[in-house]
């Protein structure tokens, strides 16, 4: 596990974002390391964390598919309650990038203990098979909940999610980066760094999260 504090002065003490990486990068990825930084420089804490799998592929240098549903789950759950246990009477938002913000939200349904849901990158269906929806239990969330998505994310058709978050429990919040893809990287003709676009991905959770959950 890896916790990103802010700067002394800065953490207003009022929540925390356990963040699990996508399918197919670590926790120490570029992407979720830098926005996983920036949250915690504008005053947010981050515990950063793993699943079994996902070690196996960094100590064997193979690659290999995620653990069945079950065991990511448990390796979720165990991290939320490590975090809970650090940050005592903190509003615990969960979520992450793809495949960990889908595991965030189906504990989340499942009643685990949870103010609020950030993702980033919500996988809402397999690529090119936009009628296999992944928000069958978006209705028995009651949670508000920020999906950060590029409109360029071949896993997530935008149209569909706004009709999708209609039947969510609780208040959604939608958020487009612009000419991003899953991945949120962005073509070079845009003009814009990968640098700039997690700053961007940062600025609006932040935004979000203050006006949800006032200090």
Do not use: N
């Amino acid at each position: 596990m890896l916790l990103d504090v802010p700067p002394e002065g800065q953490d207003d003490g009022t929540c925390v974002y356990l963040l699990a990486h996508g399918a197919g990068a670590p926790m120490t990825s570029t992407f979720i390391a830098g926005v996983a930084e920036r949250l915690a420089a504008h005053g947010l804490p981050v515990l950063r964390f793993q699943y079994a799998y996902m070690e196996q592929v960094q100590r064997l240098g193979m690659r290999r598919p995620p653990d069945r549903l079950s065991l990511l789950e448990s390796v979720h759950r165990a991290a939320s309650r490590d975090l809970q246990q650090r940050f005592p009477g903190r509003h615990l938002l969960l979520g992450g990038k793809s495949l960990g913000g889908r595991i965030a939200s189906h504990l989340a349904a499942q009643g685990e203990a949870c103010a609020g849901l950030l993702f980033l990158g919500y996988p809402l269906h397999p690529a090119g098979k936009p009628d296999k929806l992944r928000s069958e239990h978006f209705a028995a969330l009651a949670q508000p909940a920020l999906f950060l998505q590029g409109d360029r994310d071949a896993l997530c058709d935008l149209a569909l999610l706004r009709t999708a978050v209609e039947v969510y429990g609780g208040q959604a919040t939608l958020a487009v980066i612009e000419g991003a893809d899953h991945g949120f990287d962005v073509l070079r003709s845009s003009g814009r760094s990968s640098g700039e676009v997690m700053d961007q991905v940062a600025a609006r959770t932040i935004a979000w999260v203050r006006s949800t959950f006032p200090a």
